[in-house]
Nanobody, 126 residues
Framework: QVQLVESGGGLVQAGGSLRLSCAASGRSFSSYDMGWFRQAPGKEREFLGVIEWSGGRTYYADSVKGRFTISRDNAKNTVYLQMNSLKVEDTAVYYC???????????????????WGQGTQVTVSS
């Protein structure tokens, strides 16, 4: 398995942008499908999107489609989450996750992923 570490969270005003990074250790990262989730207090962990191992295909949840973009740089063992037009309701802890399994690019659950980062807090103020 790969080890994952998120960074880039912080406080941003509504309408602003933020880019999260997820750095992976391990030589198998380039074969992993990678996802992003978030969890707000008192709520379940929410799937945001996924990018396949090559970076050629992505899939997004309706709640973030058109505002969030996932990309990856396999040479740097890093996956990114670019978040634009942020809303107060985007406030949550954001997690990256990975799996060596081949995923169907569709709505996914935490059970579809085997490796997780520790999370990074994103707070959007009004």
């Amino acid at each position: 398995q790969v080890q994952l570490v998120e960074s880039g969270g912080g406080l941003v005003q509504a309408g602003g942008s933020l880019r999260l990074s997820c750095a992976a250790s391990g030589r198998s990262f380039s074969s992993y499908d990678m996802g992003w989730f978030r969890q707000a207090p008192g709520k379940e962990r929410e799937f945001l999107g996924v990018i396949e191992w090559s970076g050629g295909r992505t899939y997004y949840a309706d709640s973030v489609k058109g505002r969030f973009t996932i990309s990856r740089d396999n040479a740097k063992n890093t996956v990114y989450l670019q978040m634009n037009s942020l809303k107060v309701e985007d406030t949550a802890v954001y997690y990256c996750a990975g799996t060596a399994e081949v995923l169907t690019l569709a709505p996914l659950t935490p059970l579809d992923f085997s490796s997780w980062g520790q999370g990074t807090q994103v707070t959007v103020s009004s």
